[in-house]
């Protein structure tokens, strides 16, 4: 029997979780891997708190350099996150030729490159089947079992915070703001929501996804990212009435050799799987070009949940370990090729749209002319009883044929100008 | 480079896709995964037909001894299906010192003790992701990615043939015999659809399933079975006035040392995911005691799908045979390990029930009657105007509390004895 020796650096949500699986069932993953996993230092600058499980407390430490400088250590399970002293840990273990577990989205998004470039000099892995999608098997299943496709398209729905606020407007109808201040009271969302609510979270994982799937590392800052805080419940009951759901959607797409990745608050038909997504839980479609579309649904974060997935890193890495000479394939996240991002004023969508008009005669027909001379066409459009009168403004809403988002970006900058509509009121969402 | 020399034995509907994803994609695998996959040779007793695209005709032969005694072939990929000369042929390719891979569910479930004993005995490794859910990777994940957990539950719909009838009597309004009638015209039901509408298949794909999840290998004989034969567009209509849509279930529960299989047509909760999932789609719910709830979802059948999921099992055991003394847990598949199966009459749960009576007084009070006495405690009922009248017969609807299933059984064999009961065309379903 191999003992595989690892140390985990950070105890917070995750690695508390992690831990206790690895302590929890070491038996029961020996029995069914047939590797056996040896938690032999955790370090957290707190360590004098009650755990809810039974272990060698002598484990711990608060210097994770004795567990970057034990030779036998072979394995470093990185759960402090973000991008500060988190990547010097996992840069320092790199160097010291251990292979690295993580589930820290921001970190792999935003320095994958660098972290992926160092460890193929070092001939170690890194792992981070926990960055996306908590708990759900979705990194492997991706790399390794879909193999044997060109995908063709990921969309997920990859924030359970922000999944969680939306599905509460929709099912209670009530408005966002409100949501959010009870999702903070109880703990759903942080005190500080920005990652989460303006989809900077999704954007992580998104581009993690997009570099497996399309082979090569992105450049983060230019992922185009909108957040939920301008969805109102009047757009979620317009979106129902039209048979969608609005949710915090993620996607990539190939187009020929550029890839579209953006997140956005989207329309999802309600036939959809996405759109049956609810509360914090996270779904990730991906469609491959000979197993058609498939969905990976679960838990998108949570102590066990994530800690889930972690393990499952940590056990993948010791059952490779133990075989030797490992081939190493070099497409995913290939650090000599910068994907090539799709230019999204090219992209081609169906839109709703909802637009603040001061009640008078004429402004549908300015409205109507402006989307004329950007080839815009409606499909249905809406100014009904349910418009809410607002400081004698009311709603127009519009759902739109297949049109360029560029045509869209000009006729709303061009109706903007006219000063009996409320831009800042207004909004426009893509129809998936 | 190592080149992984595989022989495909059986070139059906999946035999076709997976020669032709390995050829066309060879170069793309390599390059995802380090694994050069060269189909020495490929087996069917028809070879002299056109494929769709190009390779080496040389490869092509009738008899797969060739391939079984090719000593540079590793990987024996059965793809003819059944339990006749399939089997025959994995145990030769398996004495024959090669690795396994198959789609064959009928033959696994069935004789998974004997193929798994006799591929111990020969220190290789049988994989068969393909087996369940198609192009769903779901055997991996289940095995590998959630190692850390213990599996609570399994429930699937993996049936495409099955699901489609369901979907299309739910969507249309459609009689069974009729939606069965088109699906055979369009060629997505067989001429003897027996495997499918009985729940054979799908009782197949389950039993796989739990040999995973639980340790080792189920005695197919003893899996409670029910087919789809008898809804009725009724028994749709109505499961959906109680926020049901009515699915052939396979499941696999944990009840402490005992297992619970079952596959009957269910009625699931419309909010759940598994009532979303439509047409010849499949899903797989696993729920673990830490990761909780996840899902699984894709084409269920298919040459192109199906094909992905064999491949992916190639490249698996490409990837690990190039490895050295690879570890072999005991777990999965353990041939020492009789699964002890609950029995269903214990089981509890909601029942939807309908009962054709005649329509005449005191009915109600018979029936009612005959419930209360096996402690079955009803929680709605219906007689409406929608119960259709048929030779004077109406139909009574009725939805229970939590119940045995053995007080249901023993409260409907008493209320057959009564004439006026029509029990051939009444039907009782669980409701998950």
């Known amino acids: ?216 590392y992105v450049n983060f800052n230019n992922v185009s990212v909108k957040g939920i805080t301008k969805i109102t419940k009047e757009d979620i009951e317009y979106a129902k009435d039209f048979s969608y759901n609005i949710k915090l959607l993620a996607s990539a797409k190939k187009f020929n050799s550029e890839i579209e990745i953006r997140v956005e608050p989207t329309l999802v038909k309600k036939t959809e799987m996405l759109a049956s997504v609810n509360d914090a839980y996270n779904a990730i479609e991906v469609v491959g070009d000979y197993v058609g579309k498939t969905l990976f649904y679960g838990r998108g974060a949570g102590m066990e949940p994530t800690g889930s997935a972690v393990v499952a890193d940590v056990i993948k890495l010791a059952t490779e370990t133990n075989y030797k000479d490992a081939p190493n394939g070099n497409y995913y996240y290939n650090i000599n090729n910068e994907i090539k991002l799709k230019d999204i004023n090219d992209s081609i969508s169906k839109y709703y749209i909802r637009l603040k008009v001061k009640d008078e005669a004429g402004m549908l027909a300015f409205i109507a002319e402006e989307f004329k001379k950007e080839n815009i066409s409606i499909e249905s459009m809406i100014q009904t009883s349910k418009a809410t009168k607002d400081n004698n403004f009311v709603s127009l809403i519009f759902i739109t044929h297949e049109a360029k988002e560029k045509n869209l970006v000009n006729a709303l900058s061009n109706i903007e100008k006219n000063n009996d509509i409320d831009m800042k009121n207004s909004i426009s969402l893509k129809i998936d």
């Not at 109808?173 to 109880?186: H, I, M, N, P």
């Open 1 to 216: 029997m191999i003992t595989n020796k690892i140390g985990i650096v950070g105890l917070g949500v995750v690695g508390t979780g992690t831990l206790k699986i690895l302590i929890n069932e070491r038996d029961s993953i020996y029995n069914k891997m047939g590797v056996w996993i040896d938690v032999k230092k955790a370090c957290d600058l707190n360590i004098n708190r009650e755990f809810e499980f039974d272990f060698n407390k002598n484990i711990l430490t608060t210097d994770y350099s004795e567990i970057i400088n034990d030779p036998e250590i072979g394995t470093v399970v990185e759960l402090i996150g973000g991008d500060g002293i988190a990547k010097k840990i996992i840069l320092d273990a790199i160097k010291a030729k251990k292979n690295v577990v993580t589930a820290n989205k921001a970190l792999i998004a935003k320095h994958g490159k660098e972290l992926f470039e160092e460890a193929n000099k070092n001939n170690v892995k890194i792992y981070f089947e926990a960055s996306v999608g908590g708990g759900i098997p979705i990194i492997t299943p991706l790399k390794e079992s879909l193999a044997g496709n060109s995908i063709l398209s990921i969309k997920g729905i990859i924030n359970g915070t922000a999944n969680y606020i939306l599905t509460e407007m929709t099912e209670k109808g009530l408005e966002f703001k409100d949501v959010l201040k009870k999702a903070q009271e109880l703990g759903y969302a942080e005190a500080d929501p920005t990652f989460d609510i303006e989809g900077i979270d999704t954007a992580h994982k998104i581009t993690i996804l997009a570099s497996l799937a399309y082979g090569g």
